[in-house]
Protein backbone atom coordinates (compact mmCIF):
# COMPACT_ATOMS: atom_id res chain seq x y z
CA UNK A 1 0.00 0.00 0.00
CA UNK A 2 1.55 3.56 -0.18
CA UNK A 3 0.09 4.60 2.48
CA UNK A 4 -2.24 7.96 2.85
CA UNK A 5 -1.28 10.15 -0.05
CA UNK A 6 -1.64 13.92 0.44
CA UNK A 7 -1.19 17.06 -1.86
CA UNK A 8 -0.18 19.34 -3.24
CA UNK A 9 3.28 18.78 -0.51
CA UNK A 10 3.76 23.00 -0.76
CA UNK A 11 0.92 25.46 -1.37
CA UNK A 12 1.74 29.09 -1.37
CA UNK A 13 -0.80 31.32 -2.32
CA UNK A 14 -2.07 34.97 -1.65
CA UNK A 15 -4.32 36.23 1.39
CA UNK A 16 -8.13 36.05 0.34
CA UNK A 17 -7.66 32.92 -2.12
CA UNK A 18 -8.78 29.70 -2.33
CA UNK A 19 -7.07 26.46 -0.95
CA UNK A 20 -8.05 23.17 -1.42
CA UNK A 21 -5.70 20.09 0.46
CA UNK A 22 -6.46 16.71 -0.69
CA UNK A 23 -6.20 13.36 0.84
CA UNK A 24 -6.56 9.77 -0.32
CA UNK A 25 -6.72 7.21 2.96
CA UNK A 26 -4.88 3.67 2.91
CA UNK A 27 -7.50 1.39 1.05
CA UNK A 28 -9.70 -0.19 3.51
CA UNK A 29 -9.51 2.21 6.45
CA UNK A 30 -12.63 3.38 7.47
CA UNK A 31 -11.83 6.77 10.06
CA UNK A 32 -10.08 10.04 8.49
CA UNK A 33 -8.46 12.77 9.75
CA UNK A 34 -7.62 16.05 9.11
CA UNK A 35 -4.76 17.70 11.62
CA UNK A 36 -2.99 21.04 11.69
CA UNK A 37 0.47 21.05 13.22
CA UNK A 38 1.41 24.72 14.42
CA UNK A 39 4.86 25.57 16.77
CA UNK A 40 2.45 26.25 19.96
CA UNK A 41 -0.34 24.10 19.82
CA UNK A 42 1.23 21.00 17.87
CA UNK A 43 -1.07 18.65 16.23
CA UNK A 44 -4.52 19.93 16.36
CA UNK A 45 -7.41 17.44 15.31
CA UNK A 46 -9.88 19.82 12.74
CA UNK A 47 -11.98 17.23 11.97
CA UNK A 48 -12.69 13.48 11.25
CA UNK A 49 -14.81 11.16 9.05
CA UNK A 50 -16.07 7.79 9.93
CA UNK A 51 -17.18 6.04 6.87
CA UNK A 52 -17.14 9.22 4.89
CA UNK A 53 -19.21 10.60 7.22
CA UNK A 54 -18.86 13.61 9.47
CA UNK A 55 -18.54 12.60 13.10
CA UNK A 56 -16.79 15.81 14.73
CA UNK A 57 -15.18 19.36 12.93
CA UNK A 58 -15.60 20.93 16.43
CA UNK A 59 -11.73 21.71 16.39
CA UNK A 60 -12.42 23.31 12.53
CA UNK A 61 -11.25 26.82 12.72
CA UNK A 62 -14.29 29.37 11.92
CA UNK A 63 -16.50 28.71 8.80
CA UNK A 64 -13.52 29.76 6.55
CA UNK A 65 -12.65 25.94 7.04
CA UNK A 66 -14.78 23.25 5.57
CA UNK A 67 -14.12 19.58 4.56
CA UNK A 68 -15.70 17.06 2.56
CA UNK A 69 -15.29 13.09 2.28
CA UNK A 70 -17.49 12.45 -1.03
CA UNK A 71 -16.42 8.57 -1.21
CA UNK A 72 -14.01 6.01 1.10
CA UNK A 73 -11.24 6.88 -1.10
CA UNK A 74 -11.08 10.95 -1.19
CA UNK A 75 -11.36 13.82 1.16
CA UNK A 76 -10.47 17.58 0.71
CA UNK A 77 -10.18 20.33 3.17
CA UNK A 78 -10.89 23.86 1.86
CA UNK A 79 -9.67 27.13 3.01
CA UNK A 80 -11.62 29.95 2.08
CA UNK A 81 -10.97 32.77 1.88
CA UNK A 82 -7.09 32.22 3.30
CA UNK A 83 -5.63 33.93 5.79
CA UNK A 84 -1.87 34.16 6.68
CA UNK A 85 -2.53 33.12 9.90
CA UNK A 86 -3.68 29.78 8.22
CA UNK A 87 -0.26 28.99 7.11
CA UNK A 88 1.22 25.47 9.04
CA UNK A 89 1.30 22.12 7.76
CA UNK A 90 -1.87 19.88 7.44
CA UNK A 91 -2.33 16.43 8.10
CA UNK A 92 -4.34 13.96 6.84
CA UNK A 93 -4.45 10.67 8.84
CA UNK A 94 -6.44 7.58 8.30
CA UNK A 95 -7.22 4.34 10.23
CA UNK A 96 -8.88 1.45 10.40
CA UNK A 97 -11.32 1.14 13.77
CA UNK A 98 -10.19 3.41 16.25
CA UNK A 99 -6.84 2.16 16.06
CA UNK A 100 -6.12 3.06 20.10
CA UNK A 101 -3.50 0.71 20.36
CA UNK A 102 -1.73 1.52 17.43
CA UNK A 103 -2.68 4.99 16.21
CA UNK A 104 -3.10 6.70 12.85
CA UNK A 105 -1.39 6.13 9.64
CA UNK A 106 -0.68 10.15 8.33
CA UNK A 107 0.17 11.18 5.20
CA UNK A 108 3.42 13.13 4.46
CA UNK A 109 1.45 16.57 4.94
CA UNK A 110 0.98 20.18 3.40
CA UNK A 111 2.68 22.95 3.93
CA UNK A 112 0.70 26.02 4.01
CA UNK A 113 2.07 29.08 3.61
CA UNK A 114 -0.56 32.41 2.99
CA UNK A 115 1.27 35.55 2.27
CA UNK B 1 -6.01 23.81 27.19
CA UNK B 2 -3.41 21.79 26.31
CA UNK B 3 -4.55 18.15 27.96
CA UNK B 4 -1.19 16.72 26.42
CA UNK B 5 1.74 18.84 27.08
CA UNK B 6 5.52 18.47 26.37
CA UNK B 7 7.45 21.06 28.53
CA UNK B 8 10.70 20.29 26.84
CA UNK B 9 10.76 21.55 23.18
CA UNK B 10 14.01 19.96 22.92
CA UNK B 11 16.49 17.58 23.55
CA UNK B 12 20.45 16.86 22.98
CA UNK B 13 22.27 13.42 24.22
CA UNK B 14 24.86 11.53 23.31
CA UNK B 15 25.02 8.78 21.10
CA UNK B 16 24.68 5.28 22.93
CA UNK B 17 23.51 7.47 26.58
CA UNK B 18 19.64 6.69 27.33
CA UNK B 19 17.22 9.38 26.04
CA UNK B 20 14.20 10.40 28.15
CA UNK B 21 11.23 12.58 27.04
CA UNK B 22 8.57 13.33 29.47
CA UNK B 23 5.02 14.17 28.57
CA UNK B 24 2.08 15.09 30.91
CA UNK B 25 -1.23 15.09 31.02
CA UNK B 26 -4.82 16.52 32.27
CA UNK B 27 -7.58 14.26 31.63
CA UNK B 28 -7.40 11.42 34.01
CA UNK B 29 -10.20 9.49 31.81
CA UNK B 30 -7.24 8.79 29.06
CA UNK B 31 -6.80 5.40 28.71
CA UNK B 32 -4.62 4.75 25.78
CA UNK B 33 -1.01 6.80 25.11
CA UNK B 34 0.92 6.77 21.92
CA UNK B 35 4.35 7.94 20.86
CA UNK B 36 4.91 9.30 17.53
CA UNK B 37 8.14 9.84 15.87
CA UNK B 38 8.71 12.52 13.03
CA UNK B 39 11.08 13.08 10.35
CA UNK B 40 11.62 16.42 8.49
CA UNK B 41 8.53 16.60 5.88
CA UNK B 42 7.02 13.36 6.95
CA UNK B 43 4.28 12.52 8.84
CA UNK B 44 4.21 11.13 12.24
CA UNK B 45 4.65 7.34 12.56
CA UNK B 46 3.53 5.31 15.27
CA UNK B 47 6.36 4.32 17.65
CA UNK B 48 4.62 2.53 20.85
CA UNK B 49 1.72 2.47 22.99
CA UNK B 50 0.39 1.89 26.32
CA UNK B 51 -3.01 1.62 27.81
CA UNK B 52 -3.99 2.47 31.25
CA UNK B 53 -4.16 -1.24 32.37
CA UNK B 54 -0.06 -1.19 32.26
CA UNK B 55 3.00 0.88 33.97
CA UNK B 56 5.32 0.17 31.30
CA UNK B 57 5.61 -1.65 28.16
CA UNK B 58 8.63 -2.30 25.79
CA UNK B 59 9.74 -2.68 22.32
CA UNK B 60 13.41 -3.03 21.71
CA UNK B 61 15.67 -0.09 22.33
CA UNK B 62 12.22 1.63 23.65
CA UNK B 63 10.68 1.55 26.22
CA UNK B 64 7.51 3.64 27.46
CA UNK B 65 6.09 4.47 31.40
CA UNK B 66 3.13 5.19 32.56
CA UNK B 67 2.45 6.61 36.01
CA UNK B 68 -1.45 7.24 36.23
CA UNK B 69 -1.48 8.90 39.66
CA UNK B 70 1.29 11.73 38.37
CA UNK B 71 -0.76 11.49 34.88
CA UNK B 72 2.90 11.30 33.45
CA UNK B 73 4.59 9.45 31.14
CA UNK B 74 7.94 9.20 29.54
CA UNK B 75 9.64 7.12 26.67
CA UNK B 76 13.00 6.12 27.25
CA UNK B 77 15.36 4.90 23.88
CA UNK B 78 18.76 2.79 25.13
CA UNK B 79 20.81 3.41 23.61
CA UNK B 80 20.44 6.27 21.46
CA UNK B 81 21.11 5.87 18.09
CA UNK B 82 21.91 8.90 15.38
CA UNK B 83 18.71 7.93 13.49
CA UNK B 84 16.83 8.32 16.83
CA UNK B 85 17.04 12.22 16.09
CA UNK B 86 13.44 13.67 14.99
CA UNK B 87 10.77 15.18 16.91
CA UNK B 88 8.47 13.06 19.17
CA UNK B 89 5.03 13.40 20.03
CA UNK B 90 3.11 11.92 22.47
CA UNK B 91 -0.80 11.08 22.35
CA UNK B 92 -3.42 10.34 24.55
CA UNK B 93 -7.10 9.53 24.20
CA UNK B 94 -10.05 7.80 26.84
CA UNK B 95 -12.08 5.02 24.95
CA UNK B 96 -15.15 7.00 25.28
CA UNK B 97 -13.06 9.58 23.35
CA UNK B 98 -13.22 10.33 19.72
CA UNK B 99 -9.79 11.82 19.15
CA UNK B 100 -6.26 11.18 20.08
CA UNK B 101 -4.70 14.41 21.88
CA UNK B 102 -1.45 15.49 20.82
CA UNK B 103 1.37 17.16 22.64
CA UNK B 104 3.79 19.97 20.63
CA UNK B 105 6.41 17.51 20.26
CA UNK B 106 9.93 17.72 21.64
CA UNK B 107 12.99 17.27 19.53
CA UNK B 108 15.55 15.27 20.01
CA UNK B 109 19.17 15.35 18.86
CA UNK B 110 21.30 12.55 19.40
CA UNK B 111 25.17 13.28 18.94
CA UNK B 112 27.65 11.21 17.32
Known amino acids: DAGVIQSPRHEVTEMGQEVTLRCKPI?????LFWYRQTMMRGLELLIYFNNNVPIDDSGMPEDRFSAKMPNASFSTLKIQPSEPRDSAVYFC?????????????FGSGTRLTVV | DQQVKQNSPSLSVQEGRISILNCDYT??????FLWYKKYPAEGPTFLIS?????DKNEDGRFTVFLNKSAKHLSLHIVPSQPGDSAVYFC???????????FGTGTSLTVIP
Open chain 2, 27 to 32: NSMFDY
Open chain 2, 91 to 101: AASALTGNQFY
Open chain 1, 93 to 105: ASSFGRSFSYGYT
Open chain 2, 50 to 54: ISSIK
Open chain 1, 27 to 31: SGHDY
